[in-house]
């Protein structure tokens, strides 16, 4: 089983920028699918964006697209996500996870690797 670890979290203004960062261990890192999840407070944890296990397919939820962008470097057994113009409606715990299901509609229930999930707070 993959072990994954965030980084890169913080407070941010609105309409600022972060890159966020997750660190897989395990020698299957590069045959996996990652994807970003976030969870704000009183609500379930949703879907960010997704990438294949080569980096050359991506998809994104609606609330993101433009905005964020998803990428991996499988030397590095690691996959970024690289988030512009923040808004306070980021702000969420993100979590990095890895799986097998490749699609725009991943669940939670599709991954089965998680890491610990690095905080995000946008200020107005």
């Known amino acids: 089983q993959v072990q994954l670890v965030e980084s890169g979290g913080g407070l941010v203004q609105a309409g600022g920028s972060l890159r966020l960062s997750c660190a897989a261990s395990?020698?299957?890192?590069?045959?996996?699918?990652a994807g970003w999840f976030r969870q704000a407070p009183g609500k379930e944890r949703e879907f960010v964006a997704v990438?294949?296990?080569?980096?050359?397919?991506?998809r994104y939820a609606n609330s993101v697209k433009g905005r964020f962008t998803v990428s991996r470097d499988n030397a590095k057994n690691t996959v970024y996500l690289q988030m512009n113009s923040l808004k306070p409606e980021d702000t969420a715990v993100y979590y990095c996870?890895?799986?097998?299901?490749?699609?725009?509609?991943?669940?939670?229930?599709?991954?089965?690797?998680w890491g610990q999930g690095t905080q995000v707070t946008v200020s107005s």
């Open positions: 990438i294949n296990p080569g980096g050359g397919l991506t």
């Open positions: 395990g020698r299957t890192f590069d045959r996996n699918v």
């Open positions: 996870a890895t799986g097998i299901v490749f699609s725009a509609y991943v669940t939670p229930a599709d991954f089965g690797s």
